[in-house]
Each structure stands twice: as structure tokens, then as C-alpha cells.
């Protein structure tokens, strides 16, 4: 985690399910979309990851 934001993969490790499956998510529109960095890297917040776990919570 680099200033308080996590990158795919580590919000992919912290929820326990692959980072396909989040760009599928948001592709789909069931979780909001990530800001992006500099290099157009998807970068997540802590919020960002609380809401994700209660979105996965609700589907498995």
C-alpha cells in the first residue's frame, strides 16, 4: 500500500478473488469504476475497499 492506496492486485488479495473479476465488476457496472494514477494505473482507496468487501460479502 503506497499513501494510504492499494493497487489492483493488493485489493484483489485483500478480498480474496481475482483482479479480473474486478475489472469485470466494473465493466459491468456493479462496483464503481477506479480513479486511475499518473500512468493510468487503477489505484483504490480504504473507502473503496470497504465498499467492495460488502459488495463481495452479498455475492458469495
Keep these: 500500500m503506497l499513501d494510504g492506496r492499494l493497487s489492483i492486485t493488493e485489493m484483489a488479495d485483500q478480498l480474496g478473488i481475482s483482479t479480473k473479476t474486478i475489472t ?5 457496472g456493479k ?21 467492495m468487501k460488502s459488495f463481495v460479502e452479498t455475492v458469495y
Design 31 to 51: 462496483v464503481k469504476r477506479a480513479k486511475r494514477d499518473w500512468r493510468g494505473w487503477r489505484v483504490y482507496s480504504s473507502e473503496d475497499l470497504e465498499e
Design 24 to 28: 469485470r465488476w466494473e465493466k459491468a
